[in-house]
């Protein structure tokens, strides 16, 4: 089988500013040799050029992508589902139940893009198996109780773990402290420690993709953001 391939289409970042924040979440391109293009959330409204400049660097174009895997349902992860209308959307089944009854200091879900989504082609998954041969996704609780992460090796057998908002910065990783976790049984700390017991490479949700290098971790692109004021 042809190895599993990703690139990151739309870099995440954690910038904010006091009362907001601009911290944009990536959105990464898996190509799988079954499965075909398959995109790990899609991004915020306010980087749907982005993410269009990223699938034409791919060469692909919206109608490409068959399949959506949505790590959790907050609106900075799943705002342009509606440019992939023909696509196979995956989420957690926890997940799913959390978004009708979120915690009550959550207020990043959408129920209106929930509504769109139940009219789509919704394929609900477990606590862990496999998307097709070798794309594993794994419960991995802490910031929503139904997060869900994606892990796969390689083409040189690096174990890559697509994390989103389960590690959403390099903070969290090396503290096992995750900020803005809405799972009432606290599980971040193990969900951390197993990203750190099983990656080399992790796609964080809000910050540059991290490297195992020997006992530490690094990045190589720090987070950007170029302000225009008109």
Same mark, same amino acid.
């Given at each position: 089988?042809?190895?599993?391939?990703?690139?990151?289409? %739309?870099? $995440?970042?954690? +910038?904010?500013?006091?009362? /907001?924040?601009? /911290?944009?979440?990536?959105?990464?391109?898996?190509? &799988?040799?079954?499965?075909?293009?398959?995109?790990?959330?899609?991004?915020?409204?306010?980087?749907?050029?982005?993410?269009?400049?990223?699938?034409?660097?791919?060469?692909?174009?919206? /109608?490409?992508?068959? =399949?959506?895997?949505?790590? =959790?349902?907050?609106?900075?992860?799943?705002?342009?589902?509606?440019?992939?209308?023909?696509? !196979?959307?995956?989420?957690?089944?926890?997940?799913?139940?959390?978004?009708?009854?979120? &915690?009550?200091?959550? @207020?990043? $879900?959408?129920?209106?893009?929930?509504?769109?989504?139940?009219?789509?082609?919704?394929?609900?998954?477990?606590?862990?198996? *496999?998307?097709?041969?070798?794309?594993?996704?794994? &419960?991995?609780p802490g910031h !929503?109780?139904?997060?869900?992460?994606?892990?796969? #090796?390689?083409?040189?057998?690096?174990?890559?773990?697509?994390?989103? *908002?389960?590690?959403?910065?390099?903070?969290?990783?090396? !503290?096992?402290?995750?900020?803005?976790?809405?799972?009432?049984?606290?599980?971040?700390? #193990?969900?951390?420690?197993?990203?750190?017991?099983?990656? *080399? %490479?992790? %796609?964080?949700? &809000? =910050?540059? %993709? +991290?490297?195992?290098?020997?006992?530490?971790?690094?990045?190589?692109?720090?987070?950007? @953001?170029?302000?225009?004021v008109r």
């Amino acid at each position: 089988m042809n190895p599993i391939e990703m690139e990151i289409l %739309v870099p $995440g970042n954690s +910038l904010s500013f006091r009362g /907001g924040f601009f /911290g944009f979440s990536v959105i990464a391109l898996i190509r &799988h040799p079954e499965l075909g293009p398959v995109l790990f959330d899609t991004g915020h409204h306010a980087t749907r050029h982005q993410l269009l400049a990223g699938l034409e660097r791919a060469n692909l174009s919206p /109608g490409d992508i068959r =399949h959506v895997f949505l790590s =959790h349902l907050h609106f900075d992860h799943m705002n342009n589902v509606e440019l992939f209308p023909e696509a !196979t959307f995956h989420v957690s089944q926890s997940e799913w139940a959390y978004a009708k009854a979120p &915690h009550p200091q959550d @207020l990043f $879900g959408s129920p209106a893009i929930c509504a769109w989504l139940a009219t789509r082609d919704l394929r609900f998954v477990g606590e862990s198996g *496999d998307l097709a041969a070798g794309l594993r996704f794994r &419960h991995a609780p802490g910031h !929503t109780p139904g997060m869900t992460l994606l892990a796969f #090796e390689g083409p040189d057998g690096q174990r890559i773990v697509v994390a989103g *908002d389960a590690c959403k910065t390099y903070r969290e990783l090396v !503290t096992g402290d995750a900020g803005e976790a809405f799972d009432p049984l606290n599980r971040s700390p #193990e969900t951390l420690q197993w990203i750190r017991d099983n990656a *080399d %490479v992790i %796609v964080c949700g &809000h =910050h540059p %993709v +991290l490297r195992r290098q020997n006992d530490a971790w690094a990045w190589e692109e720090p987070s950007r @953001l170029d302000l225009i004021v008109r």
